[in-house]
């Protein structure tokens, strides 16, 4: 079992920045990837950005892409991402996604408001 904690949502005004962290624990050894989703009211939960445990690799949405950075330590199993020029429609409960052997883990999601 994974458990992940995410951190640092809140109210932002548009074109302001955020910060999240989310922090693994449990058996986080052969973690292939973290990342996050997101689900804004009357959506269905959708990909933002991952980073590969190992290589650092990143992927992102073409939403996000130049206003999101994804970012890890892996001392500290945490990831974190740093959010700017933030949108109204980056509204979302955002949620921290980790895989390992196959399966999939989630945090139990923060808010994020963005006011106009």
């Known amino acids: 079992q994974v458990q992940l904690v995410e951190s640092g949502g809140g109210l932002v005004q548009a074109g302001g920045s955020l910060r999240l962290s989310c922090a693994a624990s449990?058996?986080?050894?052969?973690?292939?990837?973290m990342g996050w989703f997101r689900q804004a009211p009357g959506k269905e939960r959708e990909f933002v950005a991952t980073?590969?445990?190992?290589?650092?690799?990143?992927y992102y949405a073409d939403s996000v892409k130049g206003r999101f950075t994804i970012s890890r330590d892996n001392g500290k199993n945490t990831v974190y991402r740093q959010m700017n020029g933030l949108r109204r429609e980056d509204t979302a409960v955002y949620y921290c996604?980790?895989?390992?052997?196959?399966?999939?883990?989630w945090g139990q999601g923060t808010q994020v408001t963005v006011s106009s």
């Open positions: 996604h980790a895989r390992r052997g196959g399966f999939d883990y």
């Open positions: 980073i590969t445990w190992n290589s650092g690799n990143t």
């Open positions: 449990g058996r986080t050894f052969s973690m292939s990837r």
